[in-house]
């Protein structure tokens, strides 16, 4: 049962066809992690907060810097030396209290994710090193957990959602992990420090990953899942891609 205040914070997810009363309740009821506090972590869990998701989970072992501020939404200059778990925790806070924010500052392993990620029904990664992705996106698969992924570059974004975990003969077709997509020991793409980025891009991917987790946690249209959403911003064009499942992938080749 919704609470009055809930019915009316909620009013406009709850009269969609697609959501209503019973999808709001699945939201008050999950648990996402977003790995990456940043550029894409911030504006995503401003939604997700907004969304009423019941328990966010924010990892991150970065402290807030002047030149963060650009176009990771959750801080403000007097947050700069500050954890961003820490900040982007009473952030969100002050947005819903009544959402629950678990910071976690740390850096991934293999071992420590797999762990953490068991206790969360979806994740979020908006982080800038292939490293941590292929950390994420194994303790997903060993977890069956979907994983919404999201990159920016300059003038350009992308969004996938990954479900490795459902490997081949799924209905929805074979469903590659991100692994199959970026074999790990690619090389490392230059980040935004090293590139830069339009700060208002960021905004858009983070806010598209946000959309792909309510999608999942809700069952509302078609799931991203297999298919990579891509973003130029200074044309003002999306398209989407098919991505193909490696059968030979060390992660998920043989589910």
Request: aromatic share 4%; hydrophobic share 45%; with cysteine.
């Amino acid at each position: 049962m919704l609470t009055d205040e809930q019915l009316d914070r909620y009013a406009r997810h709850i009269i969609l066809r697609e959501v209503g009363g019973a999808g709001q309740a699945r939201l008050l009821a999950s648990r996402v992690l977003i790995v990456g506090a940043g550029g894409l972590g911030a504006p995503a869990a401003v939604y997700l907060a907004a969304a009423g998701v019941g328990t966010i989970g924010l990892v991150d072992h970065d402290r807030v810097a002047l030149s963060n501020l650009q176009r990771q939404i959750l801080y403000r200059t007097e947050d700069v030396g500050r954890p961003k778990v820490t900040a982007a925790a009473e952030a969100l806070h002050r947005l819903d209290p009544a959402v629950t924010v678990i910071a976690h500052d740390l850096h991934l392993e293999d071992a420590s994710a797999r762990a953490l990620i068991q206790d969360y029904d979806l994740v979020l990664d908006g982080t800038d090193n292939f490293a941590t992705r292929h950390v994420v996106n194994r303790a997903c698969v060993a977890v069956s957990r979907p994983l919404v992924s999201g990159a920016v570059a300059q003038f350009e974004g992308q969004v996938a959602t990954f479900k490795g975990y459902l490997g081949k003969g799924h209905l929805g077709g074979d469903q590659p992990c991100y692994h199959c997509f970026v074999p790990e020991g690619a090389a490392e793409a230059a980040n935004c420090a090293g590139q830069g980025v339009l700060g208002a891009v960021t905004g858009v991917v983070g806010s598209l990953m946000a959309v792909e987790a309510l999608k999942e946690l809700t069952g509302a249209g078609e799931s991203l899942a297999g298919r990579l959403l891509l973003y130029d911003a200074l044309s003002t064009r999306f398209r989407t891609l098919r991505l193909a499942r490696d059968p030979a992938c060390p992660v998920c080749g043989g589910t």
